[in-house]
DNA sequence: GATGAATGAGCCTTCATTCAT
DNA sequence: CATGAATGAAGGCTCATTCAT
């Protein structure tokens, strides 16, 4: 709470935008430190007094992306009540909202993905978790539709099987929309999902 | 045609499959031009007499690799007739032949997907075409779906739309079976997702 | 004369004592200027407010060190008055009282030497003077010799010859200890010395 | 035996020599990987091929200093039969041999010394072993005693005590030899040592 | 053709020193 | 005066590529 440790917080966070930027823009092997110093507007030096080292800028940056996005998620739903509403909000704040508050970030988020599957062969395993955060999400979705049916207004399917099908379409069309973004309407894509989804299930 | 010819290009294949062996168990970025040599049991300056440099190994190696694999799913569709039973063979042999027939290199797909992806912002663009596989990819299933509208054994749905939500589902069905392969069995998500697709689009 | 000098000295003093521990305990090259400062409960910066450098922390420090170590042996010897005791009390204090007295700081004698010894190639040959310090002792050692030559308790021996065996025996014996405390009993060692170097001057 | 490992064998050694001198001239650690580099006509990756790292030189080079060192004593001292002799050749080679043989090297000598003495407090310590050197010299000494007890020679001296005291004073003798070269006629100072220890032993 | 020894550009990281507060 | 955040020169090490044999 004193000033100096707002400070350094605030320098920190400072360092790791200027950081997801650049591996945004070059990709994380791509990027090199003299980069992101240069993109804070810093010496190279300065970026250790925050980091212990490329990997750390790396691993924070991850989980306060993965972190962000699903804070977002999950205030999306929480506004809603009824589990069709949440499963709608779901898949649009999912493949939407990323794209229109972070377009700029979208780069990184496959490159976070390919590192954080490459690292089940790495030394990163135990910092990354990217299994666990796909399980997270996972639940998510489970829970939602599992309460759907307790209410009745889904047939009981298999609501693990389903939302690794959602979760897995959800992937899918991102990765489709980064390499031709000019050829998906985001905003219809969702709409079909959510229609084909909810159809599926819907009691 | 003259037989020094066809052993350098039977060693060239040979470099490649050893450099794909490599990459896909340490991922591209970690691979040195040293592990590919020690790999095709061979001295490292060999491998610069049959490809100029370790990107040239990684743009010909994504190429044989896809090739491969549409290969594969285009050999095993013209072995139906049934627009059906083609939907049904692609869905399969993509989730699972891959991973019976060369389950090593489950690993590089990932790793090539990444570069695919990254190389939108970087010099390979112009070689690794990342966007027409995937293009060529949905064509396949858009024939097999206008022929069966054609046939009238499939409704009159939106072809591209429906390639491009199966591409996303088997895409991301991948990626997670890569994360946690004991959580899925291949087999029954292909035949549930068969099901899925099927029943959507039967007439 | 004003408080602010003595104040300043004082502090000044504070912050050599802490660098020689430190440089003690982790060898001068492998003392930060950081680890300095934390010894003295102070700033890293405020270092330069007393000392231009880390190499005028290390000069400063080995002066002090040695001073402190030339002024012991003198005040011991002036309050002898026979040279065999003189001789003595300069062999007993040399190897004895600085591990009682100072033990915290053997480590870095060995430093200093090192160091001392090394500045013959270097910029800091004009600030050492160790070559002078060698001198200095052996005055101090030919000086109770040739007194005792003088006033018949020794033989005419070639003082010169004798202070530089008896500063070479110091020296190694110091060494051996260094490396293995636990196999000399420093006293009985200097015990040992006397006796062996007296009754080969005894008249 | 295959020429290539003999190659290999007298390049690293050829690195060793240079990566010596230049230890010698400059210190342990202010040498730079560049001056091994050029003062072996190399290039600064080169060494890696034969080093793993720049401790491993240094580890190295202490060894083969010191073995060389070992042998050059042992030799000489083979060669003698008396017990008289073989200490008088120890202290001869020991004080003279490595002046005139390797007079470039002796600034190495302490440089070792120092970080030995100071690789009890470092990762180093399992690769030194200066403790053991010391042990080794020691025990060299005290057989050739032991002998000359048995043999009646010598008077039945604790010839442990009579080793420790002769090493020390051999190394203290080099180390003022080290800083006033000029001061000292090692010949001499040799001759005096052998006369005053074999003297105080002589039955 | 095949080889692996040689290379040096380029990277991450450290740390003495500076300077604004 | 005191401070510690900021800096960048410098160093150890890696590795794709070259080239003499």
New binding site residues.
Partial sequence: MCP?IV??EA?KLEILQAALQVFSQKGISN?????I?RAA??????????F?????IFITGFHQFFAGYDEMISNAIKKQDHPSEQLKVLIHVSLEAIFEEQKDFIGILMDFWAEGIRSKDNSMEDAIHLKEMYQNYRMMIRQIIDRGIAQGVFRPIDSMAFASFLLAAIDGLMLQWVMEPELFDMKQIAESLCDGMLNGIRN
Same sequence: chains 1, 2, 3, 4.
Wanted: charged letters at 45%; aromatic letters at 8%.
């Fill in positions: 100096k400070d350094r320098k990027t090199k430190m003299i980069d110093a507007s810093i010496g190279k030096g300065t970026i250790y007094e925050y212990s080292s490329k990997e750390d």
